[in-house]
């Protein structure tokens, strides 16, 4: 497994998170608690390292799906996303790891919620992510939060993986220790959603809540 200082060190060469077309975004990381998470699983129906707070996934339902009412939840929460196109390493440095191509989310914390990360994390859990990447507010000192039982970096260990820079032109990339993803422009919130696309988002978000509770 690599150490701390290896993982440091692969943060710090490839996290140049380029300004060209996304002023927004680096403004909310500067104002804002951020975070990146997926409902994307290589198999969503494998629950052996699941928490109990994992949600079963229903007969039918794929990563699509999953990360839709993710989204929706979050929108719901009144939570600001913006789509990453990237991929991680499922059950990373373990014989059964694989690369799994993903759509995450990029979060804002647009009304400053103290509870904010707890959020993600328990979000995290319910989808069964090995882990979630916590950014504070002005991008110092961002670190991977495990949220299942995946020996890496293991249930509710915390991954220093060090300070965003931004700089130069072209796309907006990152990459965490062994995550790379690459950021999309635009940033939704609840207030852009139709009143109908409010009716769902609120279904979903209630949902969530009842069970976290």
């Known amino acids: 497994m690599k150490d701390m200082k290896e993982i440091l060190t692969e943060w710090r060469k490839y996290s140049q998170l380029n300004e060209s077309g996304l002023s927004r975004l680096y403004q909310h990381m500067t104002e804002h608690d951020c975070a990146i998470l997926t409902a994307f699983r290589n198999d969503a129906n ?4 699941c928490t ?8 039918g339902e ?15 929460m009144k939570i600001g996303v913006t789509k990453v196109d990237g991929s991680y390493i499922e059950d990373f440095d373990t014989p059964q790891a694989v690369e799994v191509s993903e759509d995450s989310l990029f979060c804002v914390n647009l009304k400053d919620d103290p509870n904010f990360f707890q959020t993600i994390q328990r979000l ?3 989808y069964c992510q090995d882990s979630i990447l916590c950014i504070p507010q002005g991008g110092k000192g ?10 890496f970096p293991g249930l509710g260990q915390k991954i220093p993986v060090g300070d965003a820079k931004f700089g130069g032109e072209a796309e907006f990339m990152s990459r ?11 940033l939704e ?11 769902a988002v609120m279904a979903i978000t209630k949902k969530f809540l009842s069970e976290s509770e």
Do not use: H, I
């Open 62 to 76: 794929n990563n699509k799906t999953r990360n839709r009412d993710l989204k929706a939840t979050l929108l719901g």
């Open 142 to 151: 961002a670190y991977l939060m495990g949220t299942n039982d995946a020996e």
């Open 46 to 49: 494998d629950m052996t390292q």
């Open 52 to 59: 109990q707070n994992a949600d079963v996934p229903e007969e």
């Open 189 to 199: 919130t609840y207030s852009d959603l139709s009143r109908n696309q409010r009716m």
């Open 176 to 186: 965490v220790g062994n995550r790379p993803v690459t950021f999309a422009e635009g």
């Open 124 to 126: 995290g859990e319910k």
